[in-house]
């Protein structure tokens, strides 16, 4: 067995959940090669916890768990079950390759949860809670216990499952404010509650892990920490069911950027946020909005005179963090037409990808391609060809020719052929503009007609001549999927983005067995 790693009482442990919570965003299904390659970029991050996935909810989970138990070399690798022998068992085979395997098990424990859910009471949902702990403890030695809905919990029960866990085996116990309803005072006095009243609380380490339903979580999680959780239980950029979870990059500059205040302090390495957030928005086609703290594209943009003005004489008037500090960088180094291989690589590994010669042979042919016809090249714009040529699936459809006539005294028609497995299949369509008569062609070759929830256009870059990045999100059988598409050529872009959320829901058919669960 691992033995557990003593912690500083400063030291404010993150778990990242982007794998398993943040995945449960509708559209957000991602397959092993994803997975590992966002593994691998959390353990280089420095996330101290990464929750793999749900072993036992199906066999894509499972196989995504014991790959990225060989993989990670530092973080400790977790993979969450229920409160079932079988779950625990499953869980247990999945992490048997972590260097530093955690189960996490639990069951609701909130009046609601167990009135409805489990038609239980509260002395069963004890026995069973000890149960899980104790059969987990069998196969590894950290055991993380989770109180579903511990934020409408009673604070006097709570207390009891929490001291009866410890006494079980438990090393973590999670307080989740699964609903988002707690405010950060109410949050904050639950953990201090907790401190003050559980026999043996100071042998293990308190976790929070709180939602945004009200957009609090990250106050949530902060006035947990203030009051005494040393783990907090977060996503990259977010992402999560519902109105997502705890941000990680806001949690950690927090601490950093005032940690006058807090004097505590995190081992993530936060010159490698930006980074991370920017390739899981490339694997999951899922954009950051603006204005979003840290890694929105205008975290740090400043368009006011005033502002513009403080700043040249001192930037420390507009900003309380520094770009570079989480990655950013204030400058973009232009590539174009004459821009060589090796030119590319280099800017690659300054951006923090790297790879391999068949891949960097594919992102240069791309990059002379856009350059013929955008002048200038930029990091947005590496990043969408990533994205399109090296950070996703195999795809069932591949565009191939695009013709579109359109005006105000035509009929908007689009012509298109589209690859589906070694054939080409030619159709035209016809809309109401031409975006509609390219979307139309599209559903005649494919054969397929799925309700267009979202449609949404954005400019990469600036300048006329900016790619236009386009997302599209489809719905099917009660799920929806995102795509993405880029090119200077909207039209193009949005048959791009339409035939990328076609190739993620031909996945998501092939892998609709997992079953989800909500904290």
Do not use: W
């Not at 400063?10 to 959940?17: G, R, S």
């Not at 509650?193 to 609380?201: A, D, M, P, S, T």
């Amino acid at each position: 067995m691992i033995k557990k790693i003593k912690m500083s009482i400063n030291n404010v442990q993150i778990f990242d959940t982007t794998l398993r919570d943040g995945e449960q965003v509708p559209g957000c299904k991602l397959n092993t090669e994803q997975k590992l390659i966002i593994a691998n970029r959390l353990d280089i991050l420095g996330v101290d916890v990464i929750e793999a996935g749900f072993p036992v909810s199906s066999p894509g989970d499972y196989n995504s768990v014991l790959e990225i138990s060989k993989i990670v070399k530092n973080a400790t690798v977790c993979g969450l079950t229920r409160a079932n022998q079988k779950d625990i068992e499953v869980a247990a085979a999945a992490l048997k390759y972590a260097k530093r395997p955690r189960i996490h098990t639990g069951i609701g424990t909130s009046d609601s949860h167990i009135l409805y859910k489990f038609n239980s009471t509260q002395d069963k949902i004890i026995e069973r809670a000890i149960q899980a702990v104790s059969y987990a403890k069998k196969y590894v030695e950290d055991v993380e216990f989770y109180a579903e809905d511990a934020g409408r919990t009673g604070n006097e029960f709570l207390a009891k499952i929490c001291e009866q866990v410890i006494k079980a085996g438990a090393t973590v116990l999670n307080i989740p404010d699964t609903t988002g309803y707690c405010l950060p005072d109410e949050y904050g006095a639950k953990i201090k509650f907790l401190k003050e009243n559980v026999k043996g609380i100071h042998n293990v380490t308190i976790s929070c892990h709180c939602h945004n339903d009200l957009g609090l979580a990250t106050a949530n999680a902060i006035a947990g920490v203030q009051n005494g959780a040393r783990q907090v239980e977060c996503t990259i950029n977010g992402i999560g069911e519902r109105a997502g979870n705890t941000a990680m990059e806001e949690v950690v500059m927090a601490l950093q950027t005032r940690k006058d205040l807090f004097g505590l302090y995190t081992k993530i390495n936060t010159d490698q946020i930006y980074k991370t957030s920017r390739l899981l928005t490339q694997i999951t086609g899922i954009s950051v909005q603006p204005n979003k703290a840290i890694v929105g594209a205008n975290a740090f943009a400043h368009e006011s005179g005033i502002h513009q003005d403080g700043l040249i004489k001192e930037k420390i008037t507009y900003e309380i963090m520094t770009p570079q500090s989480v990655g950013i960088s204030d400058t973009h180094i232009v590539l174009g037409k004459h821009s060589g291989r090796n030119a590319i690589s280099h800017h690659l590994k300054k951006m923090g990808y790297q790879l391999n010669d068949e891949q960097l042979n594919k992102v240069t042919a791309r990059v002379k391609e856009l350059a013929d016809i955008k002048k200038d090249i930029y990091d947005e714009d590496l990043e969408v060809i990533l994205s399109e040529e090296i950070y996703r699936g195999e795809d069932k459809y591949n565009l191939v020719y695009l013709n579109v006539v359109s005006g105000n005294v035509a009929i908007p028609t689009a012509t298109m052929e589209v690859q589906i497995g070694k054939d080409i299949v030619r159709k035209a369509g016809f809309g109401n503009g031409p975006v509609d008569a390219t979307f139309a062609a599209i559903r005649n070759i494919t054969k397929t007609n799925y309700p267009l929830m979202k449609y949404i256009v954005n400019a990469i870059t600036g300048g006329s001549d900016a790619q236009g990045e386009v997302t599209v999100q489809l719905k099917y059988n009660g799920h929806s999927v995102v795509g993405r598409g880029a090119h200077p050529d909207v039209i193009v872009a949005s048959a791009k983005a339409y035939i990328n959320a076609l190739n993620r829901l031909e996945f998501l058919k092939t892998n609709n067995k997992k079953v989800k669960i909500v904290e």
